[in-house]
């Protein structure tokens, strides 16, 4: 399917009926995910052990990493629109048929960890190719606002796929969550196929190398990049620092203090809350001045209060410290995102996501084992302070990095 040239329109991205499709594709895909995983949990606990729900849990996590990179190449070389199609369509017809498996008998561990390996497989692709979808439906001085959108978008399918979720199974058991998944998955696939795609320059140059050439070409330009490369070093070790306090340590800390699994949830409502701030400051806003040069403060600041959420001994502090976090994170998340879009050449756009992707949700989480043995050595003070210092490492790094303190949104 070729790409329709699209006149360039000055219409701000939130009145836009390309951003506005391309945005219920999105929240129906990632409301589907979540209920997914919800269900998957919920089915995967109630049919083994807890280390065999965990084994089924973490399937997905190996072809992801292993095969992102190969996903940008297919990205790149078939367009994103074709590959995100292709990948709701499959999580779409997975899903429906392990829910009609369900509704009919009890098929076991093996069943739900094939599922899941398929999810992984297709992560691979979905990821780098959604990244590099945004500016091929909205102009360059709208990407920033189009990321806010989409953390808004995600905030939304995460804090109500869960209820959504609990409901179906409370109503209908696992079988039925996995059939609203399927649902949520299939309803994204014709937005998407109505969207008319920008004509990016040197987007449709024939490649007459192998993928595995195309890679190799994509890391060099990434390597090379003055602002890209740097970009992907402040993502490694922003995540590094930032994901296993958060998915490890907070359990921990909120059993310290007392505070419950109620305070958990409290603590993840105030990191979300300041995470959807973010997201709809930029929505509202459109750009951020000097993007480069806030996304290193947003980082380095945002450190600090990591570091602070270790020794804070009252609830409603952590939960306002939390929310300080989720507000800083989620806007230099944000800024770095459309920093990379807007800097990238079109052309190697699904490649460079992949890295992305791959260092935030590939490689940070194999740091999840690592905070919790720390932690058991040395105690949750130390691991926090470690973790707010790599943080404040990325924020420091990026400002000190003049391409990328510099570097600007287009107006």
Known sequence: MTAT???PTTRPAHRSPQVLRWLGAHTASTLGDSVYHLALSWTAVGSGTPAQAGLVMAVSAVPRALLMLGGGVIADRLGPRRVVIASDTVRALVVLGLAATLFLASPGLWALAAVALVFGVVDALFLPAVGALPPRIAE???LARVQGMRGLS???GAVLGGPLGGLAVALGGTAAAFGVAGVLFTLSIPLLSTLRLRSLPAENEARDGTALRDLADGLRYLRG???????MIVVLLSDLGFAGPFNVGLALLADQRGWGASGIGWILAGFGTGAGAASLILSVRGRVPRAGAVSGWTMTVGAVCIGALAVTSYLPVAVAVALSVGLLAGLSGALVNALVQTECDPAYLGRVSAVSSLLSLG?????FPLTGAAIGLWGLGP???????VCGLAGVY???VTAVRRAELPK
């Open 140 to 142: 360059r001085d709208q």
């Open 398 to 400: 990026s400002l000190l």
């Open 225 to 231: 990049h003055r602002v890209l490369g740097p970009l």
């Open 5 to 7: 040239v699209v006149a």
């Open 363 to 367: 490689i940070a989480p194999l740091g």
């Open 383 to 389: 691991v926090y302070a470690v973790s707010a210092a």
């Open 154 to 156: 995600y905030r939304l």
